[in-house]
Each structure stands twice: as C-alpha cells, then as structure tokens.
C-alpha cells in the first residue's frame, strides 16, 4: 500500500510510563514534532500521571491512563480496543510507538516522506537482526527472527483492515515481564506478517551491518544518526547493562553518541540528563556515560581561570586536626587560586593559633579560621561548620589533613592520603582545570576521587556499601531522596571525604540544619555509622537535585591508577585462563562463582552428612577415591 503524503490521515498511538508519572521534557518535544505529521495522537499511561503531566500530553490530543500491566503491547491493545478496529480502519496508517526512544534528531517528515514512497503493509524505524537462539524462551521459532524494534511500527490500512492483524490482538496473551514482551511480541510481530505476504521495511536501513551489530540502534548509534540520518536514539544507551556493552564495543558508545549530540546537532541534550538523572542509578548512568575526568596536572589558561573566578565565587572548606601535618596541608591549599575564600576548621584553641601563623601569608580574598566541636570529624565540619556560608558559593572544595595509624604498614594510609590529595588539590593548575571542568559540565554537581584499591583497600571495589547500604538508606529516606539505591549499584561516593561540589546540588543535605549533637561522640569511625552513611550519600542528594557525581583524577595519577587496575585484571585472568575458564568476562566470572559454590556445598556435603552416604551406597575402595578427589577439588 502506497501513501499519499499530501493527503494522509494518520493516527500515532503513544505509550508512555514514568515510575512517578511525571512527563519531562524530552516527551512533548517528541510530540510536538510527531503531531506535525500525525492527524491524532492518543497517548496510552500505564500507572500514574501527575496533573502537570496529563496537562502537557493532553495538548497533543485523548491521553488514556491505565492500570500498569501488560507494557506497552497491552497498552496499545487496549487504545485499539477503545477506537474499534472500524475507526481503525478509517486511518492510512496507524503507529505504535513508544516513550523509550528519545528524538527526534532530524524532522519526522524527512521518515515519512521516505517511507510514504514505499509499497508497504507496515514499516519501523530500525531493526534488530536475528539471534540463533532464543534467550527468553518464548519463541515459537526457537529463536529470535529479524524483527523492527517496537519502539515504532507504523501499520497501514491495508494491515490494520485484515484479519490478521486483528486476531493476533485479540488474541495477544498478558505480557507479565520484559522477556515475555520481547518473546510474545516485539521478536514475533515482524515474522508472524511477513510469512502472510505482508510487505515491511525499515526507515534506517542497516543490512550491510548485520555482521557488525546485531543491534546497530545501541551498539553504534552515532553511525546512524550521522551516517543514515536515524531521528531517534535509545534511552537506554545512558543506562544499560555494561556487560552486554563490553561484549560489543569498547564502552565508547554513549559518548559518542552523547558529544554527537551535543555537537553537531540541534537536539538539547539538557533532556536526557533531565530524566535519566530522575529515573536511573548513578552507577549505571557514570560507567555508561565515561563521566571520569583526567585532569592536567602541569597547564592551564591563567586568562580563562581569571574569567571563570568572576563568573563564580569559589571556595575551599578544610578540616586541620593533625598539627605535625600543616606544612603539608599549606601545601596543597596554596593550590586554590588567590581569588578565592579559605574556611578552615579545628577543634581546639591552640590549634587555631597554629593554624592562623602557618597560613598567615597564603595568598587568597579571605582565610577564616573556625573552631567546631570535635564531633563529627570533617563531617561536620562541612554540614555545621561553614553552613552559614556554604550557599554563598558556586563551586567548593572540601578536604580534610589524613592520618591512617591504625593501618601498617603507615605506607598504605599514607598512599591514600596521597590519591585524596593528589586528585583534589595537586597543583594550582589542576585546580584551576577542574574549575574549568564544572565550568563546561553545567549538570556535573561533584567530582570525587577514585576509590582506594591498594593493600587493604583493595576490596573496597565491588564492596563499595561494606556495612552501610542500610544506615544509607535510613539516612536517604530522612531526607527525602527519590533517586534509585539499592544495594546492586554502588555510590559514585568520595570514599576519602574529599572533593568538589556545587553547594546548589547539595543543598537537601544541609538543609537539614544539623548540629553537632547528630553526631557520634568519639572515637566514632566504625563502619556502619552515620558518618559513613553521610560520605555515601552525597552523590545521592546531587542526583537529587538533578546534577550527576563523577570521578576526577589528575593526568599524572591516571597513568598510576591505569597500571595499578590493569596488574590487578592481569592477575585475576592469568588464573582464569590457568584453569581454562575463558570466554567474555562476565561468562568468566559466571564460571567462578559456578565453580565456588559447588565447592562450598561439597565441603558441607563431606563435613555432615557426606561420608554417611557415600559409605552407605559406595564400596569401600570407591568411596576413598570419590573422597580424595572431592577434597582435592576444593582444595584447587
């Protein structure tokens, strides 16, 4: 069925879902361009919507909102059950889509007018080329065929009149999960069709990447924005699952789809970070995103430090208890630049003196000595100390001097004092870079450190909560905190407490107007505590307020931090590799966590009632060779 384009009634049914139903803004700038080229719009909810929401969908036309359950394939069933396949029918094209694409990068007419040109019975966007299994077990096929993405099919008369078409929706079961709407409809559709003699096609042809990508939409999205003109993208290219990226490409999709964006088109970018910041963990959205800053160390542009100290106020918070460190800590805080204001906080009398004479001569607009309580440690130094001011400035730096005795040997706490150091307050021209970075990264609201790695610290990576995933949470909900934690996705934390912050984005936390009896009297480092809680919270409360947490690092400790992760990664694959468990990494890691918990149960199967059976239906002399070779596996 061909399309006359200057005369065609087309319906466009939109579904939509947001946990909080709340519409942001990506979605009515989709519509606005949809309803250029469509003749209605229905928009189909599933779950809530807030008043604000439906006022802004209703502009575009009937919005419809239903219990939340079947997807997206149940949503559309249902606004065709509400039109009547007859109403259906009096449409030249009926499209389903939905608010998982983001767009549109170019004009919406530019995909009609190309696909109004084809003799067609339905027609997508982009395709997702077959899989010889089927990974979700629903398949009639036993395996994933050729399919367009449900995201958008667009179906003619000729379609939506036929039997065909309406039997397989009157028919379509409930769509429980997300595999069942993949491997009920989304894989199926395409096929079920095309092996009745409906004709298809897709917008953004990709047959001659089939063996490059299996799925070119999130593998490679910039190659067909700039290449084949695709007005869409994923939302999900900012939150997927790493592993399934590893397996793929390098991790460089989403920047680059995200610099392309950003530079050469038109698309506000403002709109993904608007709502992937509300919707997603800050985990997934840093990993995907690549948001870890390498800073120089040695260069900057003293004329654009001058430009950026007048267009924001600047100011460094820091803790001083250890007097035998204020040579040190002179050091680095003569690292913030002249224009700035110094608030540094002790906890004794004689202490203050000593800090005022070591940093009587530092050059900057204002040095303020404070003395607090000792209670809180550099906590609340910062969330009590300097709360009378905090909001006064646009970009601060918050550090604390750091001694591990505790630890020996002293090296290994003296190292992390050092990653802390080195990647907040290094140099004058790594400060002014990273002052630079907030400058040209508007939705950044902090930048931490990476996390400690060496010696004991080791297992920091990967046991990021330890303890404190339930103080955390406890702390979260006080606050009032909506954005997703679970204990699944660490905090993009400063495990050290030091490091650079919008006051703006931190603005819930102090809010809470904390005083210094909130706090554990000392000693009070235990983890578990409040305090701990608070240092994972920060990059929470950013993400509150609609700003992302990153990781910065000079580019002098990058190259150490790089060799340091890639000896331990060449460690861990060595023995994979020993013990022929390769593959991707996360089949590896699959593999040993396979292999130790067969070994736990056979360690508890020997230790209990293990001999008792083996001796009961073995013979003798087996059961002493099945035995030794039990043991000896666990030993390997």
Request: hydrophobic letters at 35%; glycine letters at 6%; one cysteine or more.
């Amino acid at each position: 069925m061909l399309i006359d384009s200057g005369n065609v009634k087309r319906l466009a049914i939109f579904f939509f879902y947001d946990k909080s139903g709340i519409v942001d803004r990506y979605v009515p700038y989709l519509l606005e361009d949809l309803k250029k080229n469509a003749t209605e719009i229905c928009t189909v909810c599933n779950g809530q919507l807030s008043p604000e929401g439906r006022a802004v969908l209703e502009r575009y036309g009937k919005v419809l909102v239903r219990e939340n359950k079947g997807f997206d394939v149940w949503a559309y069933k249902e606004a065709m059950e509400q039109y009547g396949w007859e109403k259906l029918q009096t449409y030249d094209e009926v499209i389903l889509l939905n608010n998982t694409i983001m767009g549109p990068v170019y004009p919406f007419k530019e995909t009609f007018d190309q696909m109004d040109q084809m003799d067609l019975d339905f027609w997508g966007m982009t395709e997702y080329f077959k899989i010889e299994t089927d990974p979700f077990g629903y398949s009639p096929y036993g395996y994933l065929p050729d399919h367009i993405q449900s995201h958008w099919i667009a179906c003619r008369r000729s379609l939506v009149s036929s039997r065909d078409f309406q039997s397989y929706w009157e028919q379509m079961p409930m769509i429980e999960d997300y595999a069942q709407a993949i491997g009920k409809h989304e894989s199926v559709f395409t096929k079920q069709f095309a092996d009745k003699g409906y004709k298809w096609a897709v917008s953004v042809e990709c047959e001659d990447l089939r063996d490059y990508s299996g799925y070119p939409l999130l593998m490679c999205p910039k190659r067909l924005i700039e290449e084949r003109r695709c007005p869409i993208f994923k939302k999900r290219s900012f939150f997927h699952m790493e592993s399934d990226y590893l397996r793929n490409t390098t991790g460089e999709q989403t920047t680059e789809l995200y610099e392309f964006l950003k530079n050469k088109t038109s698309y506000d970018v403002d709109f993904i970070w608007e709502t992937i910041l509300r919707n997603y963990p800050q985990y997934d959205i840093v990993k995907n995103m690549n948001l870890t800053y390498v800073v120089p160390k040695e260069h900057y542009d003293r004329e654009l430090l001058d430009q950026q100290v007048k267009n924001n106020k600047i100011a460094l918070v820091m803790h001083l208890y250890f007097p035998d460190l204020l040579e040190e800590s002179y050091r680095y805080v003569s690292s913030m630049p002249k224009e700035a204001d110094i608030y540094l906080t002790t906890d004794q009398e004689e202490k203050k003196v000593k800090i005022e004479k070591t940093f009587a001569k530092l050059p900057c607009n204002k040095l303020e000595v404070r003395l607090i309580e000792n209670r809180g440690r550099d906590v609340s130094s910062l969330l009590v100390g300097v709360k009378d001011v905090i909001m006064q400035y646009d970009i601060v730096c918050f550090a604390h001097d750091k001694k591990t005795t505790q630890i020996t040997p002293g090296t290994i706490g003296a190292s992390f004092a050092y990653k802390c150091f080195e990647n907040t307050l290094s140099s004058a021209a790594f400060v002014a870079n990273i002052i630079n970075t907030f400058e040209e990264n508007p939705r950044m609201g902090m930048l931490s450190p990476p996390e400690p790695n060496h010696g004991m610290y080791f297992t920091t990576i990967g046991n990021e909560w330890g303890p404190n995933y339930e103080v955390t949470k406890d702390l979260a909900d006080q606050i009032g905190l909506t954005v997703p934690i679970s204990k699944e996705s660490p905090a993009v934390a400063p495990y050290g407490t030091m490091f650079w912050f919008r006051p703006k984005a931190m603005k819930p936390l102090f809010d809470m107007d904390w005083n210094y009896k909130d706090f554990p009297e000392e000693p009070n480092g235990v983890d578990g505590t409040l305090l701990h809680a608070i240092e994972r919270i920060y990059p929470f409360v950013v993400q509150e307020a609609g700003f992302y947490p990153a990781i910065g690092m000079n580019d002098k400790f990058a190259a150490i931090e790089y060799t340091n992760l890639h000896y331990y990664l060449r460690e861990y694959n060595k023995v994979f590799v020993q013990k022929e468990m390769i593959g991707y990494p996360d089949q590896m890691t699959a593999i040993l966590k396979d292999t130790l918990e067969l070994k736990g149960f056979i360690k508890i199967f020997l230790k209990y009632r293990g001999k008792r059976f083996l001796k009961r239906h073995v013979s003798g002399k087996t059961y002493g060779t099945v035995k030794k070779c039990m043991q000896k596996f666990c030993r390997r």
